[in-house]
């Protein structure tokens, strides 16, 4: 079979799917670094070229684990589709410019919401039982994906970009004996009365005096497996948007062959470090509300923070700089992402900051 020459400007157009052999010139070798194989193919040398056997490829865009936070996914059905059309804008920007992108959003209101609905419905309805927080975590991932997705698809469609959207419902593993079990953090639901509380401890739940009354509140145990990662892989490879890992996961505990669904709420921020290390990822990017990482917050001697090594994050961490329930996990995630890769950069951002910050003009990057 005769092969013909490839030139980088037609290399792209033909690099999807590739029913004959193709020759590359010993000056496009550099390409050849780029391409993932989606089915195995060979590659012989020849003199100064190279063969590619017939098989199925694509091009290996740079890929952004996108973390998206609760300021920018709003906080009931209205705010979530403008919060949806903002966000949106942003991810199609990035895919615009050539980036294979992975989207883990915040659940934290909406959990909430369906949490507190489903239990109100069971104390009213004869029949009807509360639903356990594995089970709201998917409902949750179900609807703000279906938003999400949606609304990805139409900004990219009115730019003339047809590409799948895909949300994958994601059950993220946990470690049983994890101490955070006996610590819970995450406040959940509505307020309670006192008598409300009582019967929520009965049950074996913990909850929390506020102001007002009293809130029940949910371990926040470590990520430990992400279940569906083969699935979100083969999404990747196929060049396609991935939502994943929604509200840190579902949390679920092994129990011989079945999967438990753990009463818990697992941190975004680490989840989405787990999702950019497994699916290597070029770059994780943590959306939040505030433009930059800060030293000293709340304080007047507050410094903003453009650039930090993994060495210097740690220490900056060691120090207590960062709060528990906000910037600490961001910063943690970030430390293992890069811990397990060279090459790699987290930037923590604001929306409106993100598409400077990927280009190093804005937020705070650590490599």
């Known amino acids: 079979m005769r092969r013909s020459p490839v030139s980088k400007a037609k290399y792209a157009s033909r690099a999807r799917h590739l029913k004959t052999d193709v020759t590359i010139s010993g000056g496009d070798m550099g390409l050849l670094k780029q391409i993932r194989w989606l089915w195995p193919a060979k590659i012989t ?32 059905l209205p705010e979530q589709k403008e919060a949806v059309k903002r966000t949106a804008k942003v991810i199609a920007d990035f895919i615009q410019e050539g980036w294979q992108v992975a989207i883990v959003h915040s659940n934290a209101p909406q959990v909430g919401m369906i949490h507190t609905a489903m239990n109100e419905f069971g104390r009213q309805h004869d029949g009807y039982s509360s639903a356990p927080m594995s089970v709201c975590s998917a409902m949750s991932q ?5 938003d999400l997705q949606n609304g990805i698809r139409a900004e990219l469609i009115k ?20 101490e955070a079990f006996y610590t819970p953090v995450k406040t959940i639901g509505r307020i309670m009365s006192r008598e409300e509380a009582d019967e929520e401890e009965a049950k074996g739940n913990h909850v929390q005096e506020t102001e007002g009354g009293y809130r029940r509140i949910v371990a926040s145990p470590h990520p430990v497996a ?15 948007i991935v939502i994943a890992c929604g509200g840190g996961g579902i949390p679920v505990m092994e129990q011989g062959y079945n999967l438990r669904g753990a009463s818990a709420i697992i941190e975004k921020d680490l989840a989405t470090g787990l999702l950019a290390k497994e699916t290597d990822a070029d770059v994780m990017m943590i959306l939040t509300s505030v433009d930059n990482v800060t030293l000293n917050y709340g304080t007047d001697q507050e410094q903003p923070i453009k650039h930090m090594t993994i060495a210097q994050a740690t220490d900056y961490m060691n120090q207590g700089q960062f709060e528990f329930a906000s910037m600490l996990p961001k910063i943690s995630a970030s430390i293992d992402f890069l811990a397990c890769g060279k090459g790699r950069k987290a930037i923590i951002t604001s929306l409106d900051k993100a598409e400077e910050a990927l280009k190093g003009e804005a937020g705070t990057t650590i490599e």
């Open 45 to 76: 040398p020849s003199g100064n070229l190279q063969h590619i056997k017939r098989g199925i490829l694509i091009m290996a865009k740079k890929r952004i684990v996108l973390a998206v936070g609760h300021k920018d996914m709003g906080t009931n």
């Open 142 to 146: 179900g609807y703000i994906g279906y």
């Open 159 to 178: 730019r003339g970009i047809y590409k799948p959207v895909s949300t994958v419902l994601t059950q993220v593993t946990v470690d049983p004996y994890d």
């Open 226 to 240: 992400i279940v569906e990662i083969d699935a979100i892989k083969a999404l990747l490879a196929a060049d396609q």
